[in-house]
């Protein structure tokens, strides 16, 4: 294994860290931005969502997917016979087509309404519609990669 190995379980895990380093921290502004009711507070909440999703989310997803294939691959044998690896990468694309098809369309929308209500101080019913699915399906695509992290570390199967 040697060198290579543990260059891409670094890589694995400083990708793991910084998509769920954001992915908490982002849901926890979010929900105190909302929390205080104030447009101009949630505009740009709203706006730093979208940013770090491209900044962070996506590059750390991406970075996990990379090396945890690339380790996967090189160091093991049929690696979806291997139950935790499995288990592993169906909680992290379940958690990747929730955000692709649900939050990021989402938090877009309501970027974009932000922009509008920062200036015009009312915040639209729909606003909060949109922040009660975006937080609902948010906390399941939280909690899958979660989990994956128990299938990773303990490797169960």
Do not use: C, E
Request: charged share 15%.
């Amino acid at each position: 294994m040697g060198n290579t190995y543990l260059v891409l379980k670094s890589v694995h895990i400083f990708g793991v860290i910084l998509l769920m380093g954001n992915i908490m921290v982002t849901a926890w502004w979010k929900f105190m931005a909302d929390k205080t009711k104030d447009p101009s507070v949630i505009a740009f909440a709203q706006r730093q969502v979208v940013l770090t999703d491209f900044v962070f989310t996506a590059p750390g997803a991406l970075l996990a997917i990379v090396a945890g294939d690339s380790m996967a691959y090189q160091f093991m044998a049929n690696t979806w016979n291997i139950q935790w690896v499995t288990w592993g990468r169906s909680l992290f694309i379940a958690s990747g087509i929730i955000w692709i098809t649900i939050l990021i369309p989402t938090q877009i929308k309501q970027s974009r309404m932000a922009r509008q209500f920062a200036t015009s101080k009312s915040i639209p019913d729909d606003y909060w519609k949109l922040s009660k699915r975006w937080n609902i399906f948010g906390a399941i695509a939280v909690g899958l990669p979660l989990i994956n992290i128990y299938w990773m570390v303990f490797k169960p199967i």
